[in-house]
């Protein structure tokens, strides 16, 4: 059987539960703190498991300490295959510093940790992982090198790559030409196509000039207003429905995970997309990372 490859980052999410986020140099009391198993590759990794049918791999690393431990349990208890996450000695594990308001919005600082030492060495390890997977998953928490290699190597075995360019940062247009499937927010829309993105108005021709530059389809998440797509022949936008919004920061991660489900799984793009958005939507009802990606029963009985 097939599987969901994410090549991506592990980290533990430290949150911090505040009536409202600081101004600089205020100091404000919180709600509540937890840690939480978080990063954007395991997100993605777990959210694949829990909205698909077919087994999820994640390749990254670890330090080796407690955190790393954790991570990796929470992994292998949500279904996730976690045997190519390394532990990289002397490396602490990645860590994300979150701070949630009352009305869900939130700030994150990550620390790479064992997550800036995924190499393009790891990924040559991984090259018949790489060719045996239905759809490859990366993000930008490790290195971009490490990206390029990864795309390179599923490029030569004829897998599709879905790239999940956050946090935001220049991607080089060779990269760009091996990747079937872009997936960015509107921050990361206007930064990388140098146009403005406010709407789904003007995330249209924002998607068109990153279509340009090589991906076959590019998807373009607008929080509570859904999501839009650009491909050969696609140009749709499709709304979400509005919910309580508890904490937004895995509701990228989970319709990531939940597109890649549905593309791995042979939808066209137009019916992926909406499955996609319930997810995300979802996502932000409950509180925390992982925690917060729902299961495919629960978005196909809020879809209903």
């Known amino acids: 059987m097939s599987y969901i490859l994410v090549i991506g980052s592990l980290n533990m999410d430290l949150v911090v539960k505040t009536e409202r986020i600081p101004a600089a140099g205020e100091t ?50 949500a279904g996730v295959d976690v045997d190519h996450v390394a532990e990289k000695s002397g490396m602490s594990t990645g860590t994300a510093t979150i701070v949630v308001d009352q009305v869900g919005d939130n700030r994150i600082i990550i620390v790479p940790g064992a997550n800036g030492q995924v190499l393009p060495g790891d990924v040559d390890r991984l090259e018949q992982v790489i060719a045996g997977a239905a759809i490859l998953l990366l993000q930008f928490e490790i290195p971009l ?18 790239l999940n360019p ?83 920061t895995a509701a990228g991660d989970s319709f990531v995970g939940a597109l890649a489900v549905g593309c791995a799984e042979g939808l066209e793009v137009e019916a992926a997309v909406p499955i996609a958005v319930a997810a995300g939507t979802l996502a932000v009802t409950r509180f925390g990372a992982q925690p917060s990606i729902p299961t495919r029963e629960e978005v196909e009985n809020f879809i209903s």
Request: charged fraction near 20%.
């Open 28 to 77: 404000v009391k919180g709600i509540s703190f937890s840690t939480i198993p978080g990063g954007k590759g395991a997100n993605q990794a777990v959210a694949a498991r829990r909205l698909g049918r077919m087994p999820v791999k994640l390749a990254g690393a670890i330090g080796a300490d407690a955190f790393g431990a954790a991570l990796k349990t929470a992994l292998v208890e």
């Open 145 to 162: 090198e490490t990206i390029e290699q990864a795309v390179r190597t599923a490029r030569r075995f004829s897998v599709p790559v879905m």
């Open 166 to 248: 956050a946090p935001a940062a220049p991607i080089p247009d060779p990269l760009l030409g091996g990747v079937r499937y872009l997936i960015v927010n509107e921050t990361e829309a206007a930064l990388l196509s140098g146009r403005s993105v406010t709407d789904p108005e003007t995330a249209f021709p924002a998607a068109e000039t990153l279509r340009a530059r090589g991906p076959e389809y590019v998807v373009v998440t607008l929080g509570d207003r859904g999501a839009l797509v650009v491909g050969a022949g696609t140009h749709f936008h499709h709304p979400a429905r509005p919910v309580p919004v508890v904490d937004t």
